[in-house]
């Protein structure tokens, strides 16, 4: 993958630009706290609540974390008494973070977890500028990264810990159920303008993406629009809208019949359709569910990492040890 | 004896305004020495003319497209749709508050105007999503509300109260005794009012104009939250455009260092600097035209 990602130019860690400009209550955000009262933790949901009920169906089975040595040390029993950690990332996984952190404070009062979006390379520049302690990606590292981190002294280490399915939404009232990966990729591509092609009312397409800071738009561009390829020339259409959020596509696709918008599998809600895809003519079409994500039916699907600074330690390593679900 | 102390005394008070008074053109002179030295080197990756002409903005892609054409285009467009609402609509306020709003009725009005400009504009942007994209899309029966005209309308509210506000002072300034002139010749209200007030108040409308065009074309929140942000070269005010600043704002904190889509977002910078700084000279020498007169 190569998106050029990298160092994010944000001193201050509590302004980190990305979130600033998230316009919405989009960010869900947690602040770290230093009071005394036992329930230290508290997170501020705006705007998403609901797709955040819609948690437990977007999440996937759970896979194991990949290479944790055994030597790492524990730290949580000798800890200063008020600790926190930092997450920070993809969109796609911020609902999912702020779950696992509600859950881990319960059994650790004494750790502060707070837990942003902005988009899976912020969540990387911010662990590489030590503004973060865990990045979650919807991504994996791409080469740069890699090695900018080598040449800053650390390591950066991947841990799969869900499977996410890329669904693709339209207006409840569009008739179109199901696409091919070639009918979505010329519709991206900005080659069929009209539903009229696909069997649908004669008005324009209008094309929702987000932007180029979303670990999901380069997975999209290169698993659909460049087959694969990830190299390849193929470009998302000039006239796609970037938008901020994946909530921002949820919110317009609900209110606009004209569009067709993509985002993680945990933001599905009756508001919008969401649509089955085949992956040739030939094949049956496969609406995103935890089934055919787990079994690798539904074509556009990918793993979701929480990322970390050299092998994770500490109250890190508690978090990670924590996280996968049985 | 007592002479030495008061001399250094004055010294130092003179020096420290002095420097308080250079400091602005000093700030802005370093701010463009660092905007320009972070953002030539985007000469590296394409020609002067490939960036300010280019008709695709890819900036992740390999290799990037780095043509910001759509940008500079969308920055107009939106700007010149913002100007010509709220401008003329920014005039008239002002000219109903100076001069025709019964004397009572001012001083609320005047509070009001400030209380607009309080208002911040992520909040603005966030009403135009949920009701002015929405309400544009089924009135106009456009493919989509996030238009540059959403825009255009979301920063003409924010550069009224700069007009408004600025154009009621230029107003109040003209002196008594040219519209007691006006209307001891037999000259109605209405006829001192645009035959007389208004030439007397040109400059200083001409300038609050140029301060709300100047505020227009800066502002980034609330235009990358109604615009769309797709890098299109616009043909009419009903298509979604994306704008200088919500390019720099969106992709600024993903932008790996010394990459070419860093430096060319410096240059972005450059451009819109370039932009300001000719519509504030445009102001100067307008208004410096209008005195001499």
Known sequence: MKPESGFARSPDP?????????????IVSTTPQLSFEKETYTRTIGMRTPAWKSIPAGLVGV?????????????????????????????TMVNLGQAWAEAFNKLHPEINVAVTGGGSGTGIAALMNGTCEIAESSRSLDQKEI?????????????????DGIIVVVHPANPVDHLTMAQLREIFMGEIRRWRLLGGPDRPIVLLSREVNSGTHIFFKEHVLRRGKSKGPEEFAPSAL??????????????????????GL???????KVLAVAKDEHSPAVAPTI??????????????FLTTRGNPEGIVRDFLDFVPIK | MSLLPRRIREFVIEKLIFLSGIASIVFVALIFVFLLREGVSVLKTTSLGGFLGGKFWYPISSPAKLGILPLILGSLLVTA????????????????????APKRWRTPLKSCVEILSAIPSVVLGFLGIMILVPFLRNVLNLPTGLTAFSGSLMLAFMALPTIITISEDAINAVPREYKEGALALGATHWQTLYRVVIHGALPGIIAAAMLGIGRVFGETMAVMMVTGNAAVIPHTLFEPVRTLTATIAAEMGEAAKGSPHYFALFAVGIVLF???????LTADVLLNRGRKR
């Open chain 1, 291 to 304: 089934e055919t994500v787990r079994a690798n039916t539904y074509p556009i699907s990918r793993p979701l």
């Open chain 2, 81 to 100: 749709g913002a100007v010509l609402i709220a401008v003329p609509l920014g005039i008239a306020a002002a000219f109903y508050i100076a001069e025709v």
């Open chain 1, 14 to 26: 509590a302004v980190d630009p990305l979130t600033g400009y998230h316009p919405l209550p989009i």
């Open chain 1, 147 to 163: 090695k900018q981190a080598e040449e800053s002294g650390f390591t950066l280490h991947e841990t799969v810990v869900a499977l």
């Open chain 1, 242 to 263: 970037m938008m901020p959020s994946s909530y921002a596509i949820a919110e317009e696709t609900a209110h606009n019949e004209n569009t067709i918008g993509y985002y």
């Open chain 1, 266 to 272: 945990g933001y599905i809600s009756p508001r919008q």
């Open chain 2, 274 to 280: 370039i932009i300001s700084f000719v519509i504030n």
């Open chain 1, 63 to 91: 896979l194991t974390a990949i290479g944790t040595p055994a030597c790492a040390r524990r730290g949580a029993s000798n800890a200063p008494k008020y600790q926190s950690l930092q997450i920070k990332g993809s969109d």
